[in-house]
C-alpha cells in the first residue's frame, strides 16, 4: 500500500513541477539568436545565387546585441562580401552593417521577426576605388533588411513546452539585456 502511495505522491509532484515549469517565461539568449541567424543568412546567401541577381551578398559574421543601453531592440552587426555581377566579370568588395530593429513574436509562426529596421552604420571597401559609395551601401541596407524583415531569426521548435504554450495562449516578447523572453499575452 505504501509503495502506491509513493508512486501517486511522486507522479502528482511531477506533473505539479512540470506544470510550474511551463508557466515560466521561455528565453533567447544572444548566442542562440546568433545561430539560428547564421542559418538564415547562408540559406539568404543560397537564394541570391539561385534568383541571378546582379547583386550578390555574402554575409560571413554576424554579432547580435539584444537590448543594448535598456533599448528594446536587437542590433546587429554584420560583415560579408558584396558582389556586383556586371559584363562577365563579379566585382567584390567587403562591407559592415551595423542596423537595428524591433523584434516583434508572431503567435501563428511561433517564430521571432525583426521589424522597423534603422541604419546605425554602414561600410563598403573596395580595394581600388576611392569615391563615395552611399548608394551601394543603402541598396545593401535594404536588400538584406527586406530579407531580414520576412524571415523569421528565431523559431520556436515544434516539440518545445515554448511551442505547446503559445497554442494555447498568445505570447508576447520582453526585450531584457542580453536576451529576449516570451511571456503569455496578459488578458
Known amino acids: 500500500m505504501i509503495p502506491a502511495m509513493f508512486r501517486t505522491f511522486m507522479l502528482s509532484t511531477l506533473l505539479l513541477l512540470a506544470s510550474c515549469a511551463s508557466l515560466s517565461p521561455y528565453s533567447i539568449g544572444e548566442a542562440e539568436l546568433k545561430g539560428y541567424l547564421l542559418e538564415t543568412l547562408q540559406e539568404f546567401d543560397r537564394q541570391q545565387l539561385k534568383s541571378g541577381s546582379p547583386l550578390g551578398l555574402r554575409i560571413d559574421d554576424a554579432d547580435v546585441d539584444i537590448g543594448p543601453d535598456g533599448?528594446?531592440?536587437?542590433?546587429?552587426?554584420?560583415?560579408?562580401?558584396?558582389?556586383?555581377?556586371?559584363?562577365?566579370?563579379?566585382?567584390?568588395?567587403?562591407?559592415?552593417?551595423?542596423?537595428?530593429?524591433?523584434?516583434?513574436?508572431?503567435?501563428?509562426?511561433?517564430?521571432?521577426?525583426?521589424?522597423?529596421?534603422?541604419?546605425?552604420?554602414?561600410?563598403?571597401?573596395?580595394?581600388?576605388?576611392?569615391?563615395?559609395?552611399?548608394?551601394?551601401?543603402?541598396?545593401?541596407?535594404?536588400?538584406?533588411?527586406?530579407?531580414?524583415?520576412q524571415v523569421p531569426v528565431y523559431r520556436l521548435e515544434a516539440d518545445s513546452m515554448a511551442s505547446r504554450i503559445s497554442s494555447l495562449k498568445a505570447m508576447q516578447i520582453k526585450v531584457l539585456e542580453g536576451k529576449l523572453t516570451l511571456v503569455p499575452e496578459s488578458d
Open 71 to 149: 533599448r528594446e531592440v536587437i542590433r546587429l552587426k554584420l560583415g560579408g562580401t558584396a558582389s556586383v555581377n556586371a559584363l562577365l566579370a563579379s566585382i567584390p568588395a567587403d562591407f559592415s552593417l551595423d542596423i537595428e530593429g524591433t523584434p516583434v513574436f508572431d503567435n501563428e509562426e511561433k517564430a521571432v521577426y525583426v521589424r522597423r529596421f534603422a541604419l546605425n552604420d554602414a561600410n563598403l571597401q573596395l580595394p581600388f576605388i576611392k569615391q563615395d559609395l552611399k548608394p551601394v551601401t543603402r541598396q545593401i541596407m535594404a536588400v538584406v533588411t527586406q530579407y531580414l524583415e
